[in-house]
């Protein structure tokens, strides 16, 4: 067996948790914490794969993971961001009330 | 040094700060506007005083000539740079006195004159503004700062001749004053350029370096052209083009007289006291250039420079004091009269010298703004009435007018002594008769002392004596009512003090400057030339002979005046002149003009006329064919390209338009707005992509 694969469980797991929450949640910030679970999803493999690879020796996987959860925070300081704004304009943080972009 | 001579920019600058403030002044800020104008002016008249007497402090130090100068950097080009300077020295001195000191008196004036008109605020920054640049002409130390100053008065003068431009008549004057100045600006441009090229300075005075001092005139001097002329001839020649339209000399006067059309204080100050008077300030400025270079002793001036100027004075003197006699608009009589005192200043200056000449254009300058606000006035009194037929009797109505405008008459027809004209024209008749290459001038001269007593004796006689014609207000110049009757007042008013104290001082200058330039005593002339001025009632004995000439002409022309108006007076308006019924054909000649006008319409104009439709006919057949070919060919082009959107293009598109809204209704259905849905569908299309990999990988 693959020594990647336990991670690579966690993460499929993770991720289909994570995608679960965003889609069937009303509450936007519940969505944007199911997003965040899809991410560190992502984060976990690449961990994984990284030190269970060819070449474990070059921090590259590491470095991505970190930057991928800088990238993280930034994206959840404008999801927040957004999400105040929308509860200002409606009252309300249900995705439900934002759907004036339909076409 | 005194300070003030080192800062004599100051006098022009302050009139030309206030006219920018006052521009900037909203209309109803009249008392603002006025208090600016006349304080500047003011200002300037203390200053010029200050300069005055900084250039009388230079004679007693034994200076020669008390000239300040302050020279200036303009710009820089590659490695020459154009200078501008200013200039202090007693003929600039005196002019600055003189212009501020009449200019204050009009400004004065004018706050009375213009109390009801609704535009005074423009009225006095266009004011403000034409005293600067007389101001700056009177300073200027360099022929292009001084042309500068030259053309901002054009414009001054433009403005304010046309300052009524809702009267066709006033803003057609205005043009015809701006166009035919213009055509002497063009000569002094000329010669400016011609010296620039020449001596390759516009500097007067530059330490020896400048283009009025000894090194440059001897090489003007000395460079031939061509018949014999020198270039300081042909320079001399060509400003003296721009002195002639400036200061309406023959046969450039006719902008003159019709330059009337503006508000009375703008006659006074721009066509009788400063304006006019540039023109023989030029001449005086650069005299030294007219003598052509040559040192020659006043009186002896024979170049051919100073004998046009003196032609052209003595012609003119004679030529508008006939024209004057046959007016009957106070004013016009008054401005051909202007025109023929600065011949008589053109004579001075071509047969005397600068001290002649600038001697009768600082008294005339007095007297003239003295009898242009007494004729001011008197339409004022009369309400806006300028035609003498319709006056009469005056005296008693106006008195203070009355006495002030005999002041002036009487200076300006050279009545002996008191008055200050007498004196200034005295001299130079003198200098006339003993100038060399001719007698002519003197002649002319003589003539026209005679015509300007009898034409003075004239208007008096009709103006002020009589009785009182004007009970039906006619409209101004034109249409003779029927109903006219002698005898009532009509409301006829002396002016107020605002209007009447300016005149009284005039007319105290005017008795008091006389005695600056007496045979016994000719402190101007000394002035001028800087040294100082002894008393000698011998000189005044050489003298008399000339002086009896004189008050002789000038009885005969006061007797002849009052022979023919004053011994019965006009009966009514419409009666003829007593000088019409006796020579019909020459008076009614001499009242249009000796159609000068017509013949300039006739020549000038209509070759203008000629020209223009030459020039319109090519435009329209040359330039317009080829415009209407290319825009032919750019309508076919068009056309063309228009054809082949319709019938191609336009059908394709809106096929791709139909099927482009057919395909966005059913695209829109898919986007609801709501984010939720967007990542279902995401992550159906991920789970689509995940299990055709996970069947590739098991069947590949």
């Known amino acids: 067996m693959n020594p990647a694969q336990p991670y690579l469980f966690l993460a499929a797991a993770l991720f289909i948790i994570g995608m679960a929450g965003a889609l069937a949640r009303r509450n936007a910030i519940l969505a944007l914490v199911g997003i965040e679970l899809m991410l560190n999803a992502a984060n976990l493999s690449f961990v994984a794969f990284w030190r269970h690879g060819p070449h474990p020796d070059p921090q590259t996987g590491l470095m991505f993971a970190l930057f991928s959860i800088a990238i993280a925070g930034a994206e959840a300081a404008v999801g927040l961001a957004l999400i105040i704004a929308l509860f200002r304009h409606r009252r309300s943080v249900s995705l439900e009330a934002a759907e004036s972009l339909k076409g | ?700």
């Not at chain 2, 300006?412 to 200034?424: M, R, T």
């Not at chain 2, 003197?442 to 007593?453: E, K, S």
């Not at chain 2, 000038?604 to 080829?626: A, K, Q, T, Y």
Request: contains cysteine.
């Open chain 2, 1 to 700: 040094m005194h300070a003030i001579a080192t800062h004599i920019w100051l006098i022009p600058l302050l009139p030309l700060l206030a006219a920018g403030v006052v521009a900037l002044l909203p209309k109803r800020a009249s008392t603002a506007a006025i208090g600016l104008a006349t304080g500047s002016m003011g200002l300037a008249l203390v200053l010029s005083l200050a300069a005055f007497l900084a250039t009388l402090g230079g004679h007693a130090d034994g200076a020669a000539h008390a000239t300040h100068i302050g020279n200036f950097d303009w710009f820089r080009l590659g490695t020459g740079s154009v200078r501008l300077g200013f200039l202090l020295d007693p003929l600039g001195a005196v002019m600055l006195v003189m212009v501020s000191f009449v200019g204050l008196l009009i400004f004065i004036f004018s706050i009375g004159y213009m109390a009801h008109d609704p535009n005074r605020t423009r009225f006095f920054c266009f004011l403000a503004l034409f005293a600067s640049a007389m101001l700056g002409v009177v300073v200027a130390n360099s022929l292009l700062l001084l042309f500068a100053c030259w053309e901002v008065m054009g414009v001054a003068s433009y403005l304010l001749i046309g300052f009524w431009y809702h009267k066709p008549s006033a803003a057609v004057a205005a043009k015809k004053a701006f166009l035919v100045t213009r055509i002497g600006d063009i000569g002094l441009f000329l010669g400016m350029l011609w010296m620039y090229h020449a001596t390759g300075t516009l500097l007067f005075f530059d330490d020896g370096r400048g283009c009025l001092e000894a090194d440059a005139l001897t090489q003007l001097g000395g460079t031939a052209v061509r018949g014999g002329l020198t270039a300081a001839t042909g320079i001399a020649l060509l400003l003296l083009v721009g002195a002639i339209g400036k200061s309406g000399q023959v046969p450039l006067h006719v902008w003159l007289p019709d330059a009337m059309e503006g508000p009375t204080p703008v006659s006074a100050l721009i066509h009788a006291a400063t304006m006019v008077a540039a023109g023989v300030f030029l001449v005086a400025r650069v005299f030294p250039l007219m003598t052509g270079g040559v040192d020659t002793p006043v009186g002896e001036g024979t170049s051919v420079a100073l004998q046009a100027v003196a032609g052209v004075g003595a012609l003119t003197a004679v030529f508008a004091a006939c024209l004057a006699v046959a007016q009957q608009d106070i004013k016009r009589i008054l401005a051909y009269s202007t025109v023929s005192q600065l011949g008589y200043m053109f004579l001075g200056l071509g047969t005397g010298g600068v001290a002649v000449g600038m001697f009768h254009l600082i008294t005339h300058a007095f007297f003239k703004a003295l009898l242009f606000l007494g004729a001011g006035s008197v339409i004022h009194g009369c309400h806006e009435q300028q035609d003498i037929r319709w006056m009469g009797g005056l005296r008693r109505l106006m008195p203070v007018t009355y006495a002030t405008y005999a002041v002036g008459m009487m200076a300006l027809a050279g009545v002996p002594l008191f008055f200050s004209g007498f004196w200034s024209k005295d001299e130079i008749l003198h200098a006339a008769w003993s100038w060399a290459p001719s007698r002519w001038p003197f002649v002319l001269g003589v003539v026209g002392a005679f015509l300007t007593a009898f034409y003075m004796t004239r208007q008096m006689a009709e103006v002020f004596f009589g009785q009182y014609r004007g009970g039906v207000r006619p409209h101004v110049g034109h249409g003779i009512p029927e109903a006219t009757h002698g005898g009532t007042a009509g409301g006829v008013h002396e002016s107020p003090g605002v209007m009447t104290v300016p005149l009284v001082l005039l007319a105290g200058s005017t008795l008091v400057l006389g005695w600056l330039g007496t045979p016994a005593w000719p402190w101007f002339e000394a002035y001028l030339n800087g040294h100082s001025a002894h008393l000698d009632f011998g000189r005044l004995a050489a003298a008399w002979p000339m002086m009896l000439v004189s008050v002789v002409v000038v009885a005969l022309g006061i007797g002849t005046g009052w022979w023919v108006y004053g011994r019965r007076s006009r009966v009514g308006a419409t009666a003829p002149d007593p000088l019409e019924s006796q020579f019909p054909r020459i008076f009614r000649g001499l009242q249009a003009r000796l159609y000068v006008d017509e013949l300039y319409d006739a020549t000038v104009v209509r070759l203008h006329h000629v020209v223009s439709m030459v020039c319109g006919w090519m435009d329209e057949l040359v330039l317009g064919g080829l415009v209407t070919l290319v825009g032919l060919g750019s309508r076919l082009a068009a056309f063309s390209a228009r054809s082949l959107d319709e019938l191609l293009v336009n059908l394709g598109f809106d096929a791709g338009c139909a099927s482009t809204r057919w395909g966005g209704r059913g695209f829109s259905w898919l986007q609801n707005g709501s984010a939720q849905r967007y990542l279902g569908g995401l992550g159906l299309g991920l789970a689509t992509l995940a299990i055709l990999v996970l069947w590739g990988w098991r069947h590949g």
